[in-house]
Nanobody, 118 residues
Framework: QVQLVESGGGLVQPGGSLRLSCAAS????????MGWYHQAPGKQRELVAT???????IYADSRKGRFTISRDNAKSTVYLQMNSLKPEDTAVYYC????????????WGQGTQVTVSS
């Protein structure tokens, strides 16, 4: 089992930047595909970006060019650098870990609020 703790959320003005961090503990970090999802009020949780255990990265189309996902296996941490933030980026951001090998268990963090407003 793995525990995920997100940090780095907050209030930022449009056009600003934030870096989210997700620290993992309790299991071998390198076997996990890691991802960031967001959920706005009244909406479903949606993918923002993922990075596999092998380093393959996928972004949601709307975030390409503005967001960057990365991982530091030595620190068991995944990051989401968010630039040129827009009000529509306002949401709770969740860290996700999925085993890259069977049984492919999946875990979620508690979420961190990001609010983009002037």
């Amino acid at each position: 089992q793995v525990q995920l703790v997100e940090s780095g959320g907050g209030l930022v003005q449009p056009g600003g930047s934030l870096r989210l961090s997700c620290a993992a503990s309790g299991s071998l970090f390198t076997i996990y595909d890691m991802g960031w999802y967001h959920q706005a009020p009244g909406k479903q949780r949606e993918l923002v970006a993922t990075i596999t255990s092998g380093g393959i990265i996928i972004y949601a189309d709307s975030r390409k060019g503005r967001f960057t996902i990365s991982r530091d296996n030595a620190k068991s941490t995944v990051y989401l650098q968010m630039n040129s933030l827009k009000p529509e980026d306002t949401a709770v951001y969740y860290c996700n870990a999925k085993q890259s090998i069977p049984p492919r268990r999946e875990y979620w963090g508690q979420g961190t609020q990001v609010t983009v407003s002037s």
